[in-house]
């Protein structure tokens, strides 16, 4: 099992960094009009790969994520950002 985390750890993390910076970029872009090419596609299109490597990156760190959120604090942004 612990191989299987450090494997799925090994390309989770660098996915969800990834695609982050990606759809930050593009969606910047959207936001300010600039709609050059394919920004908007692949805003849309490639944000899956954010939730994909984010789900993945939970699945990993799943103990150190319940010990966040169990404090008020984390509990807090919780609330805040499922109300949104």
Known sequence: MMNDQNKMREWATPV???AFALI???GVMLF???QYGLVKPVHEWLSW???IGAVFHLIVN???TVRYFSRPVG????IV????
Do not use: H, S
């Open 62 to 64: 799943w103990q150190a």
């Open 32 to 34: 300010f009009k600039v």
């Open 16 to 18: 969800t960094i990834g």
């Open 81 to 84: 950002f499922l109300l949104l």
């Open 24 to 26: 930050a970029l593009t």
């Open 75 to 78: 509990r807090v942004i919780l």
């Open 49 to 51: 790969l954010l939730v």
